[in-house]
């Protein structure tokens, strides 16, 4: 199942893989079995790959490149970058602020297509819009590397509808990535109405509220990664939050279906402008996600589901006030 991104961008998989829990953000990882993930993804067609320099601190760059290596034309590669790291106590490297400076992007670009070992990146992303700098300037600088041919294709990420329309007057935006599941419908209200009509597809993030929505995780001790930080899995949130998965698993019952599938086939419900990178470090987890695209939910369904589960259900924001804040809104 393809999908075009953006009205003038190229055809895509509808289902990409996200690789970000691949070096480590959700717990360890596995190297053989994170690769094998990703070949199987390929074999598959389900060619975006989604990463950027600053997941693992270029790691994951580094473990793409060992998986598409022979193979780099079966994959449409997604890079982000400009999330800076800042050391913390002990010699602990944390997130610290954020880069669109051209001189920045210029530079990180180089070093991710070297560590990715191709010369070109498909869809380049700043993670965040820079407040320092104004976004033409940043994607004046993209425009130039897509007009050098080291870029394919421009995309934005959690940026609000104005950061938006002042890009697209510098040059095509092909993609928006940004958080869209059942549980994070924020964008619909000024950000999904500016993309469709500025022709920008929508690359929708953590589909499985970080795998929350798989109804996998079941005590807060299920979690000894970063989504310890997150409020939806912190104290009462979590058992609230809980009781809506289980309402998922019912109707995903229904639909013959699994939970991470129905979350999954519910975002790509949502429009034909729509892909999806669910995250996985794991080939069954993978296959289920792909199956996805054989579960057709109907008008009924959909406003079935709208009904069970309406937009702000969901208990806690999606990231801590800290990453709240840093949000372009
Ligand atoms: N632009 C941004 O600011 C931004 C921010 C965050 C993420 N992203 C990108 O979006 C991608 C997806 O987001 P995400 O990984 O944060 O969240 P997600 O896709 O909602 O969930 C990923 C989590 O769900 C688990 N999972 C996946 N499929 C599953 C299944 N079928 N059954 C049970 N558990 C399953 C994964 O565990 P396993 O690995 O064990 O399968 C992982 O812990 C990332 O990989 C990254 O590339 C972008």
């Given at each position: 199942?393809?999908?075009?991104?953006?009205?003038?961008?190229?055809?895509?998989?509808?289902?990409?893989?996200?690789?970000?829990?691949?070096?480590?953000?959700?717990?360890?990882?596995?190297?053989?079995?994170?690769?094998?993930?990703?070949?199987?993804?390929?074999?598959?067609?389900?060619?975006?790959?989604?990463?950027?320099?600053?997941?693992?601190?270029?790691?994951?760059?580094?473990?793409?490149?060992?998986?598409?290596?022979?193979?780099?034309?079966?994959?449409?590669?997604?890079?982000?970058?400009?999330?800076?790291?800042?050391?913390?106590?002990?010699?602990?490297?944390?997130?610290?602020?954020?880069?669109?400076?051209?001189?920045?992007?210029?530079?990180?670009?180089?070093?991710?297509?070297?560590?990715?070992?191709?010369?070109?990146?498909?869809?380049?992303?700043?993670?965040?819009?820079?407040?320092?700098?104004?976004?033409?300037?940043?994607?004046?600088?993209?425009?130039?590397?897509?007009?050098?041919?080291?870029?394919?294709?421009?995309?934005?990420?959690?940026?609000?509808?104005?950061?938006?329309?002042?890009?697209?007057?510098?040059?095509?935006?092909?993609?928006?990535?940004?958080?869209?599941?059942?549980?994070?419908?924020?964008?619909?209200?000024?950000?999904?109405?500016?993309?469709?009509?500025l022709g920008i597809g929508l690359v929708a993030y953590a589909p499985l509220s970080r795998g929350f929505l798989s109804g996998e995780i079941r005590t807060p001790d299920d979690l000894k990664d970063s989504r310890v930080n997150m409020p939806r899995y912190q104290g009462e949130n979590f058992y609230k939050n809980l009781e809506l998965v289980e309402t998922i698993k019912r109707l995903a019952i229904e639909k013959?279906?699994?939970?991470?599938?129905?979350?999954?086939?519910?975002?790509?419900?949502?429009?034909?402008?729509?892909?999806?990178?669910?995250?996985?470090?794991?080939?069954?987890?993978?296959?289920?996600?792909?199956?996805?695209?054989?579960?057709?939910?109907?008008?009924?369904?959909?406003?079935?589901?709208?009904?069970?589960?309406?937009?702000?259900?969901?208990?806690?924001?999606?990231?801590?006030?800290?990453?709240?804040?840093?949000?372009?809104?």
């Amino acid at each position: 199942m393809n999908r075009k991104l953006g009205t003038n961008g190229p055809l895509v998989s509808a289902i990409g893989l996200g690789c970000m829990g691949m070096s480590g953000a959700y717990g360890e990882s596995d190297e053989k079995e994170a690769i094998a993930t990703i070949e199987r993804a390929l074999e598959q067609g389900h060619n975006v790959l989604d990463t950027a320099d600053y997941y693992g601190a270029g790691h994951n760059e580094e473990l793409i490149s060992k998986a598409i290596s022979g193979k780099r034309d079966k994959a449409f590669l997604s890079v982000k970058t400009g999330q800076l790291y800042t050391p913390g106590p002990n010699g602990a490297m944390g997130p610290g602020p954020v880069s669109g400076h051209p001189n920045y992007l210029r530079n990180a670009v180089f070093y991710s297509l070297r560590r990715l070992k191709t010369d070109y990146i498909d869809l380049y992303t700043p993670a965040r819009v820079d407040p320092a700098i104004p976004i033409e300037e940043t994607v004046g600088a993209l425009a130039d590397l897509a007009q050098k041919g080291v870029i394919r294709y421009i995309g934005l990420s959690e940026a609000s509808a104005d950061s938006i329309r002042k890009a697209a007057t510098v040059h095509a935006i092909t993609a928006l990535q940004i958080e869209y599941s059942l549980w994070s419908r924020d964008i619909e209200a000024q950000i999904m109405p500016t993309i469709r009509e500025l022709g920008i597809g929508l690359v929708a993030y953590a589909p499985l509220s970080r795998g929350f929505l798989s109804g996998e995780i079941r005590t807060p001790d299920d979690l000894k990664d970063s989504r310890v930080n997150m409020p939806r899995y912190q104290g009462e949130n979590f058992y609230k939050n809980l009781e809506l998965v289980e309402t998922i698993k019912r109707l995903a019952i229904e639909k013959s279906c699994t939970a991470s599938q129905l979350a999954i086939a519910w975002v790509l419900a949502q429009g034909d402008d729509i892909i999806t990178i669910p995250g996985s470090k794991r080939i069954n987890h993978l296959e289920e996600n792909i199956a996805s695209k054989n579960v057709k939910l109907t008008q009924v369904d959909l406003q079935r589901i709208e009904e069970i589960m309406p937009a702000g259900v969901v208990s806690g924001t999606r990231y801590p006030e800290r990453y709240m804040n840093a949000l372009n809104r």
